[in-house]
Each structure stands twice: as structure tokens, then as C-alpha cells.
């Protein structure tokens, strides 16, 4: 049963934007207000990162690297999480997952940047 659904990846040229949406679950619900979320990437041979993390109550953090580009955000009333990232990188590059609560993963969503 996949509890978290990522959406809005996709091929985009170097300097372009996305927005990636995840969204919970009806088994979710209840604990999605409660708990913090991140979104994570990984690349092609590389480990998986941790690109930015939110709060439950709206505290964000970011991975050095997607400062000033990236914002994540999260609308506990629809039980979704998002994540804009402008002025992409080819080295933006990777398969995005949503992550809540410490516990739950999505499925992933590909976001390509062309240089």
C-alpha cells in the first residue's frame, strides 16, 4: 500500500523549475500534521541526501548546496507536503523521495536537469 505519492518530476533544462508535491494517504491523515517531513534525492551512484527538512510547525532547513533555490513548504489540511526548487543544476539531478515522520517513505519521482 504506498502511503506517500510523489508527483512533478520530470526533464527540465538547467536554470528551469520545478514544483514536487507529496501527498498523504488517507492512512496517513491523522499523524501528517504532527509529524515533521523531508524531502531526500539520490543520484546515480551516489547515496541517498537529505535536501530539506520542515517542521511540523513550519521550521525548514536546507541542504547547503539548494539554499536561495529550493523551498519547502507543507499544507496539513490537504496532508501534502511540497517542495519548489528553482534555477535547477545538472547536479539537481536524481530521484526524489518524500519521507515523514522518521517512519514513511514515497515512491520516488525523477527529476532530470539538462544542461
Known amino acids: 500500500q504506498v502511503q506517500l505519492v510523489e508527483s512533478g518530476g520530470g526533464l527540465v533544462q538547467a536554470g528551469g523549475s520545478l514544483r514536487l508535491s507529496c501527498a498523504a494517504s488517507r492512512s496517513l491523515f491523522s499523524i501528517f500534521s504532527i509529524n515533521a517531513m523531508a524531502w531526500f534525492r539520490q543520484a546515480p551512484g551516489k547515496q541517498r541526501e537529505l535536501v530539506a527538512s520542515i517542521t511540523s510547525s513550519g521550521f525548514a532547513n536546507y541542504l547547503d548546496s539548494v539554499k536561495g533555490r529550493f523551498t519547502i513548504s507543507r499544507d496539513n489540511a490537504k496532508s501534502t507536503g511540497y517542495l519548489v526548487m528553482n534555477s535547477l543544476k545538472s547536479e539537481d539531478t536524481g530521484v526524489y523521495y518524500c519521507?515523514?515522520?522518521?517512519?514513511?517513505w514515497g515512491q520516488g519521482t525523477q527529476v532530470t536537469v539538462s544542461s
Open positions: 519521507y515523514l515522520g522518521s517512519t514513511y
